[in-house]
T-cell receptor, first 115, second 114 residues
Framework: AQKITQTQPGMFVQEKEAVTLDCTYD???????LFWYKQPSSGEMIFLIYQGSYDQQNATEGRYSLNFQKARKSANLVISASQLGDSAMYFC????????????FGTGTSLTVIP | NAGVTQTPKFRVLKTGQSMTLLCAQD?????MYWYRQDPGMGLRLIHYSVGEGTTAKGEVPDGYNVSRLKKQNFLLGLESAAPSQTSVYFCASRIIRTPDTEAFFGQGTRLTVV
């Protein structure tokens, strides 16, 4: 079974609008962490935001927030006020405490911001 | 501060040739990883290391070997390259101290096997 599922291969958003990128995960470990990375066309992987399984509040980092719904095992990334520079691939990843050495990645969502 | 540096950035190999990809990090991180990225498949873990002298297999280890003789370096070897190993390879490292620490990535190596 896939540990991380991203069901949106491609998304479009109008500049200055908000967009939600979906991520669901599968784990039986009560202790885990969820990460989002951005990969622009230049290829590097840029860390955006982290959410721990025991965190009571949704994580936020500037225009990025994570909509964490633990019971539904979803960790959607919300980007507010989209900018042209947000056009990139976005990857959701998970690290389980029990197998803490590995990061499991989803297949990614390609986001295009339209002027 | 260099972070994670991969060498080389690009390489073209002929089928059957061998090569070694070098990953170097200057952050004193314990964990290091090698991933491959293929279209539509995200990043898949090849091998990883939890410290100097230790390595372990990831999701797709076949056809690759690794070594971590020094804490700062993690080498990925292809003994006999195959076209199926055409991919973009990423090295990453992470400190062990707290569970919320992210992995830091190198800039990637684009490998083509013809």
């Amino acid at each position: 079974a896939q540990k991380i599922t991203q069901t949106q291969p491609g998304m479009f958003v109008q500049e200055k609008e908000a967009v939600t990128l979906d991520c669901t995960y599968d784990t039986s470990d009560p202790s885990y962490g969820l990460f989002w990375y951005k990969q622009p066309s230049s290829g590097e992987m840029i860390f955006l935001i982290y959410q721990g399984s025991y965190d009571q509040q949704n994580a936020t980092e500037g225009r990025y927030s994570l909509n964490f719904q633990k019971a539904r095992k979803s960790a959607n990334l919300v980007i507010s006020a989209s900018q042209l520079g947000d056009s990139a691939m976005y990857f959701c990843a998970m690290r389980e405490e029990a197998t803490g050495n590995q990061f499991y990645f989803g297949t990614g969502t390609s986001l295009t911001v339209i002027p | 501060n260099a972070g994670v540096t991969q060498t080389p950035k690009f390489r073209v190999l002929k089928t059957g040739q061998s090569m070694t990809l070098l990953c170097a990090q200057d952050m004193n991180h314990e964990y290091m990883y090698w991933y491959r990225q293929d279209p539509g498949m995200g990043l898949r873990l090849i091998h990883y290391s939890v410290g100097e002298g230790t390595t372990a297999k990831g999701e797709v280890p076949d056809g690759y070997n690794v070594s971590r003789l020094k804490k700062q370096n993690f080498l990925l070897g292809l003994e006999s390259a195959a076209p199926s190993q055409t991919s973009v390879y990423f090295c990453a490292s992470r400190i062990i101290r707290t569970p919320d620490t992210e992995a830091f990535f190198g800039q990637g190596t684009r490998l083509t096997v013809v």
